[in-house]
């Protein structure tokens, strides 16, 4: 007897076996007779050609009916049905021929089986990467919606902060001016309202910074900038902090500093601001804020050094995120300054914007966080090093620079 004879011998009983066992209702088994009498027909063709890719196009249509259900749950229908098929022929077989008939017919299956199971995981595993690209796709379809939802949010809501703002800095500014400057005690509340109003107008303006951010319009009016003035009007406006901090802020001398460079003198003064801030407000008391750099290629990086408690290296890329702010929520504080003070954590996320808006980059290096040793943290900044104007019309204003139009950093 050859072993497609002895194929089509146990056939119906094998077929009945794994119509029974497979199953899972009356239903489903009615149903599942029609594809599991294909898949004989094709096992057949494929012992009697030697050939098991008969059974490939049958394979494919069986992960593809695959429920979402089966989908989430990663389970392997296909590959699971098939092992237990193995199992049975080899019952099968066993019971109903002789031992050299049942192992002449198993060891011919048995490498059409191993490409079937082999096939089958490939199937499905295509189906399982398809479902969750999907998945994902629709997650960050959803994620998507939901920020630009909150940019949304936050720019209206600046907006309508605005006008009463305006109203109440109005309103507090001739209360001042009607009363006498003798009553020391109504005019110290005044100025108290004031330096609330004050902080309260710099949120405002954070918020729309991040709006105009998260939507690429943030404006910049390009200028002729130095790195090394810029450093001293910081210092100069940070001096009252850091002495009370009893902090040191040092601006070293760096090849490229002194030059002249185009860019937007306000928001590049921001971007460094809000960085030396952070420094500031994770360094301890008698800490020191180290501002260094150095000329590249095309580019002008500066760094903005700390000794303070550092970022852990999970959070590094957090801080950079908007509200994204690492401070404990039991220190926040209105000031932005105060030691490990929890701030609205926009600080950094718009001095990042401000740099890639110039067509640079931001980016923090630190060994970790621990309080007690203080590794600190070095943020980069690295600038586009435009040495003239985008606008040919004010080029004529700067001769110097517009006369070298190949010079390597221009």
Request: hydrophobic residues 40%; negative net charge; proline residues 5%.
């Amino acid at each position: 007897m050859n072993i497609q004879h002895s194929l089509t011998r146990i056939r119906p009983i094998l077929q009945k076996r794994a119509s029974a066992s497979l199953a899972r209702g009356t239903g489903v088994r009615e149903n599942f007779q029609d594809p599991l009498n294909r898949f004989f027909d094709l096992l057949e063709q494929a012992l009697e050609s030697g050939d098991a890719g008969w059974l490939d196009p049958l394979l494919q249509d069986w992960t593809r009916t695959r429920t979402e259900t089966d989908l989430e749950a990663g389970e392997r229908n296909v590959t699971t049905l098939l092992s237990q098929i193995v199992l049975l022929t080899q019952d099968t077989a066993r019971e109903n021929l002789d031992e050299t008939q049942a192992l002449e017919l198993v060891s011919a299956l048995l490498p059409i089986y191993l490409h079937c199971i082999e096939r089958a995981t490939t199937y499905e595993s295509e189906g399982r990467i398809a479902y969750i690209s999907n998945e994902l796709a629709k997650m960050n379809r959803v994620v998507e919606r939901l920020d630009k939802s909150k940019s949304n949010f936050v720019a209206v809501a600046a907006h309508e902060f605005k006008t009463p703002l305006t109203l109440i800095e109005g309103y507090a500014a001739m209360i001042g001016e009607l009363l006498p400057q003798e009553m020391e005690q109504i005019q110290s509340l005044l100025h108290g309202v004031h330096n609330g109003l004050h902080r309260l107008r710099d949120l405002v303006n954070d918020m729309l910074d991040v709006s105009m951010i998260d939507n690429n319009m943030l404006p910049l009016n390009m200028q002729p900038v130095w790195l090394n003035r810029m450093f001293k009007l910081l210092k100069a406006e940070l001096l009252p902090v850091l002495q009370q901090r009893r902090q040191e802020l040092e601006i070293r001398t760096f090849k490229g500093a002194e030059e002249l460079l185009f860019a937007d003198p306000g928001r590049l003064y921001q971007a460094l601001k809000n960085i030396i801030n952070n420094g500031i407000k994770f360094t301890p008391d008698g800490g020191r804020i180290t501002i260094d750099g150095r000329l590249l290629p095309g580019f002008m990086e500066v760094t903005i050094t700390d000794t303070g408690i550092g970022i852990a290296l999970e959070n590094q890329d957090v801080v950079f995120e908007k509200f994204g702010q690492l401070g404990d929520v039991s220190l926040h504080s209105s000031g932005k300054t105060k030691f490990k003070g929890g701030g609205a954590g926009m600080g950094l996320p718009i001095a990042k914007g401000i740099i890639e808006a110039h067509g640079g980059s931001l980016w923090v290096e630190s060994p970790g966080y621990d309080e007690k040793s203080c590794p600190g943290s070095t943020f980069h900044i690295l600038l586009p090093l435009r040495t003239q104007p985008e606008d040919p019309g004010l080029a004529k204003l700067f001769g110097t620079v517009a006369a070298r139009p190949n010079s390597p950093r221009s």
